[in-house]
């Protein structure tokens, strides 16, 4: 009964109660919520206010508008469609992502696609001789050098790129040079004799 007297009395004082107050704040705030315009979703952005890039891939030239904080692997799988290249943690640990970027292996998780801009990127894909695997795709089925196979195509591109900076490798160098690449089947040792085969292939 008290506190119905404050409020009636506040109320007589200033023209509003504590109710009346909060339901207008409430209409107010409402009613901004609904006038403020709504975020575009990505992928609406106005594509003439990106910078635009310039990409070989697979020798196929590419020129397309990305946002700043596009990946090349984002590019190549979601803007692109090659799909050959896997995401595997996308924090530059396992090493499922792999291409070649000017005939050297990179992690296309850390790559920005700006990075890459007039630059040559080979993915798994690019090394098919038409509708036949290339020497390294082979060597890999020939060796039996996969087993869930989700890693294999950062690990061909990893072996492609050590064989064309040391086309007859040691097991040492092959093991260093395929340090980059985690296998969760634990298929180390029938990856490296595919690496081993590879090398004799491209002869």
Known sequence: ????????????????SRRNFLGTVSAGALGATI??????ASGQEDSGNLPQVTITINGRVHQLRVEPRWTLLYVLRDKLGLTG?????????CGSCTVLIDGVTRYSCLTLALEADGRQVTTVEGLMQGEQLGPVQRAFL???GFQCGYCTPGQVMSAEGLLRQKPNPTIDEIQIGMSGNLC?????DHIFKSVRRAAELRK
């Open 85 to 93: 290249t896997k995401p595997g943690c996308e924090r530059g640990e």
């Open 184 to 188: 969760r089947c634990g298929a180390y």
């Open 35 to 40: 006038a403020r315009p709504v975020p575009r």
């Open 1 to 16: 009964m008290e506190k119905k007297k404050r409020e009636v009395r506040n109320e007589s004082s200033t023209g509003m």
């Open 142 to 144: 020939e060796e039996d």
